[in-house]
């Protein structure tokens, strides 16, 4: 087991709901230092802890992940969890808003991986989280954009995990089914919150698991899916016909 205290940790879309909580919960993990990376500083919270540098980072923005690798090049530890998601089926949704989805899950995430690769290759032993989806295994139509560039993403992650293998830097995919946060706004399924997931999220990397599913909805799917890829799919479609 590699703890992360005295690691160095950076994390994507910190300023609220899951980045957030995994902010506080690297702090508690007692992390040397945190970046805190956000689109609008003016929206981060005060951490009020020293070890927490806000910096300010869209991930959509190439020029700004340049600008912030170029400042953060001790990073051993960084955490992709910025993501959005636009609701919308595959034959009548609007475009834009799968390209949207698209542009931020995936291509915003791989333009960070690709970043921070060669940071993490000289900071051993290092890591990448990335925060997919376990929408990732099998799509939920009616959030069809989102669930394809998180199946994208998990590809990536996994790509990305071989790539790196023997260079000392280990790729985790975080796959979570629901969590309290303004992403679930309006569903009333029973959701844990975000502080105890992120807390869930952080040991469990700390026990070198790779695939990570940090609560009972996820896993509950996940395991459908292990059984059976159908079984998930079957789940999906009773969710989305309403039966
Ligand atoms: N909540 C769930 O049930 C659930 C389940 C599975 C996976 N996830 C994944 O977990 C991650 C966090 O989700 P959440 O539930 O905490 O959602 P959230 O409360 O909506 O927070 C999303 C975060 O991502 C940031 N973000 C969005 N676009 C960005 C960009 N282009 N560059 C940088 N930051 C950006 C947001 O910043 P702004 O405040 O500036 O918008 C915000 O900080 C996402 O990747 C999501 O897909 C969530």
Redesign the pocket.
């Known amino acids: 087991m590699q703890t992360l205290k005295n690691k160095i940790i950076l994390i994507?879309?910190?300023?609220?709901?899951?980045?957030k909580s995994l902010v506080l919960a690297a702090l508690q993990k007692e992390a040397k230092k945190v970046y805190a990376t956000?689109?609008?500083l003016e929206?981060m919270p005060d951490f009020a802890d020293p070890q927490v540098v806000p910096l300010t980072?869209?991930?959509?923005n190439p020029e700004q992940i340049i600008e912030v690798a170029k400042q953060t090049t001790d990073v051993q530890v960084l955490i992709n969890?910025?993501?959005?998601?636009t609701a919308g089926n595959i034959l009548e949704g609007a475009l834009n808003g799968i390209q949207n989805d698209m542009e931020?899950?995936f291509y915003?995430t791989i333009n960070m991986m690709r970043a921070f690769a060669p940071i993490l290759e000289k900071n051993t032993p290092a890591r990448i989280v990335n925060?997919?989806?376990?929408v990732a295994y099998s799509p939920l139509p009616s959030i069809a954009g989102y669930s394809a560039s998180?199946a994208a993403l998990y590809s990536a992650t996994l790509s990305a995990r071989i790539e790196l293998a023997n260079k000392g830097v280990t790729v985790h995919a975080v796959n979570?089914?629901?969590?309290d946060?303004?992403?679930?706004k309006g569903n009333d399924w029973e959701m844990p919150s975000?502080d105890e997931v992120a807390k869930v999220i952080l040991d469990k990397v700390e026990n070198e698991e790779l695939d990570i599913i940090p609560e009972d909805i996820g896993l509950g799917m996940f395991n459908a899916w292990k059984e059976a890829p159908a079984k998930l799919a079957d789940i999906f479609h009773k969710i989305y016909h309403n039966e």
């Open positions: 994507t879309g910190a300023n609220r709901g899951i980045g956000g689109r609008d929206k980072l869209d991930i959509t969890n910025a993501g959005i998601l931020v899950n915003g925060i997919t989806s376990i998180k979570p089914g629901a969590i946060t303004d992403m679930n975000s």
